[in-house]
């Protein structure tokens, strides 16, 4: 299987960012993310560390807010506000996961859908459900991005989501269908999942098991997008997918680590882009 270059795309993702962001600049106009980090989870910081060092690299002003954990749901959503209302705040962005006492949802329903750069305010998803304009999730966006790099098409062609959460199965099934492949969703009461992901010509596999896609499960020349990140028994991180079983096969696959987190981070920066220009009345192609 060829490995897509992610890095080389998520560069060039990144560069062309800074390239209108050094636009905008010129016309006074400074795009601004405001992440909000509840919390010491050690992944989330490393997270947030890593999106403070896009935002550097493309010109991107960004502030972190770190919360201690005991931070009241009220607290939060009444900063939120603030940001909603603060005409120098492009995009808001609040860590998941959240502490027991704050509900994810209400937090997603108060972040204006026009500074939602994660695309997971129930406004965004619904206006991509019927196809409007609207911020794409950052990791199934990246994921169409990686599969287009590829060269192959898309179109007409049997794509098989292994995963059904709303970050990624759910939205990854609606970017797919857009771009007219045929969409099965497995999840964990599917039967016969091997058989179905046999028959992939696009596998997304995102359910958080380590090296559970093995070489049995893979059509020969399918594209693989993996998007799980396991730490395995040796410390090291993997995949959901056991990439060293597909080495004798033919097609594509996104390597873990180096592949969809990138285009990820990459996706946060063009939707950072896209609500700096959307706010201040200028084209943003969604």
Request: aromatic share 2%.
């Amino acid at each position: 299987m060829k490995r897509i270059d992610a890095k080389r795309l998520a560069a060039e993702t990144k560069q062309q960012v800074a390239t209108e962001v050094a636009q905008l600049r010129n016309k006074g106009i400074i795009p601004k993310l405001t992440v909000f980090l509840v919390g010491e989870d050690p992944a989330s910081m490393v997270y947030v560390g890593g999106k403070a060092k896009d935002c550097a690299q493309c010109g991107i002003a960004s502030e972190v807010v770190p919360l201690p954990d005991t931070t009241t749901e009220e607290e939060l959503l009444a900063m939120i506000r603030r940001c909603n209302d603060d005409p120098s705040v492009s995009g808001i962005l609040v860590q998941l996961p959240l502490p027991a006492q704050i509900r994810e949802q209400a937090v997603l329903e108060t972040i204006a859908p026009e500074k939602d750069v994660d695309g997971f305010s129930p406004i965004n998803i619904g206006r991509m459900m019927v196809g409007e304009d609207c911020f794409l999730p950052c990791t199934p966006a990246g994921c169409i991005e990686l599969l287009k790099a590829t060269g192959q098409p898309i179109s007409g062609k049997h794509a098989v989501i292994v995963g059904r959460s709303n970050i990624v199965g759910k939205p990854m099934a609606l970017l797919l269908l857009r771009e007219n492949a045929t969409i099965t969703i497995c999840h964990t009461k599917t039967e016969d999942l091997a058989a179905k992901c046999k028959d992939a010509e696009i596998l997304v596999a995102a359910i958080g098991q380590d090296r559970f896609f093995t070489k049995e499960m893979v059509r020969p020349g399918a594209v693989v997008i993996d998007v799980g990140i396991n730490r395995g028994e040796d410390g090291k991180l993997h995949g959901d997918v056991d990439e060293a079983s597909l080495e004798e096969l033919e097609g594509y696959i996104s390597p873990v680590p180096g592949g969809v987190g990138l285009m990820t981070r990459a996706m946060l920066m063009v939707n950072t882009l896209r609500a700096a220009k959307l706010q201040n009345g200028l084209p943003h192609h969604m």
